[in-house]
């Protein structure tokens, strides 16, 4: 009776420590706005063995409705099972989010990775469901599901707030990925591949995130638009973070126009901001820009671009989706005919290797 007494007792310390340090840990891992630099190795060990953060196989998701407010629990739950079924062979999906105006961007990159063999690991978020529509008659090997988002139409550029909107709810549905225990490539499709990207790619079991450095940064800034993020607990903790953030800016925009300007700190500013100061211990790797180049790129001189041998190469670092779009005809970057439908395949196969 004694001994049954004591093992009740220490059971009940033991459930009282653990309650504390995840008290601790939600109080200063996931509210406070300045990254706790300096958290102790026991209290990520403790918060990542709950179920919540640990990293497992399983995909029965644990989502408090603080966590993603603004979805509804069917999108969510659609979000999940289509990439749980992505994910049977290999636990990553490419993910991005666009809306209709995008749709010329995504058919290009679409004929660019045709010969990849990597449609089937795509998994694209479309703003309505026309949209989605479209895509899956056009490409029917890739995941499409749709937000019905439908105001966020037309072109939403970089530092606008509908743009932002759109990164808003993309950091939302990561989470929701990562929650689910798996792992998620963040692409864009303003770019072109010179090559897979996703088999050139190479990490050690003890990488959390994988990177790609700003130009002009001193690598202390990284693309929001070219990241990989495996299910760890310590990314969990971090994206989370970064949700919350980002979740509290949305707030702020959701009544305002569109077009608007935003000015504030953005999603890939948030993050790097919480790598370089070390937050949830999140161990990282970095993707030299030599072989895997943002926009600057274009305006390297000819002796410079010589000397890199890009993977892929974003077009970023210019404003506005015409601006982009005939830099990429400019630079035998962009493979569709002029009916903005089929593929230029002698295009693909003259510049993918």
């Given amino acids: 009776m004694s001994r049954l007494l004591s093992k009740t007792v220490l059971f009940t310390l033991q459930t009282l420590v653990t309650f504390l340090l995840l008290l601790f840990m939600k109080t200063h891992v996931l509210i406070y706005d300045k990254p706790c630099t300096n958290i102790a190795e026991d209290y990520i060990r403790v918060i990542c063995s709950t179920d919540k953060y640990k990293q497992n196989t399983s995909r029965n998701v644990h989502i408090m409705k603080s966590d993603i407010s603004s979805e509804s629990e069917a999108v969510k739950r659609q979000l999940i099972s289509v990439a749980s079924e992505m994910t049977l062979e290999r636990n990553m999906v490419l993910f991005t989010v666009v809306n209709d105006a995008y749709m010329p961007f995504v058919n290009s990159w679409l004929c660019n990775t045709k010969t990849m063999n990597i449609h089937k690991s795509v998994l694209i978020a479309t703003t309505d469901a026309l949209t989605r529509e479209t895509l ?31 990164i808003i709810k993309r950091a939302e549905m990561v989470l929701v990925l990562l929650l689910a225990n798996i792992d998620v490539f963040i692409f864009e499709v303003d770019c072109v591949w010179l090559s897979n990207a996703v088999s050139s790619i190479s990490f050690k079991e003890h990488h959390d995130i994988i990177v790609n450095p700003v130009s002009g940064s001193n690598s202390e800034t990284f693309a929001g638009g070219f990241i990989l993020l495996r299910s760890t607990c310590r990314t969990k903790i971090v994206w989370h973070k970064v949700t919350d953030v980002m979740m509290v800016l949305g707030e702020r925009v959701k009544s305002l126009q569109d077009f608007g300007t935003f000015e504030e700190e953005n999603e890939q500013e948030v993050l790097a901001r919480l790598l370089r100061d070390g937050y949830g211990n999140v161990t990282i790797k970095m993707l030299p820009l030599e072989m895997y180049a943002d926009g600057k790129w274009y305006n390297l001189s000819e002796e410079d ?19 982009k779009m005939k830099r990429a005809k400019e630079w035998k970057h962009w493979f569709l005919h002029d009916d903005y439908q089929t593929c230029d395949m002698e295009r693909v196969h003259s510049v993918v290797h």
């Fill in 136 to 166: 899956k008659t056009r490409w029917p090997e890739i995941n499409v599901i749709s937000l019905d988002m439908g105001t966020l139409s037309g072109n939403q550029t970089f530092g606008t707030i509908g743009y932002m909107k759109l």
């Fill in 305 to 323: 671009r010589s000397k890199t041998r890009p993977v892929i190469i974003n077009n970023n670092w210019i404003v506005g989706n015409k601006a």
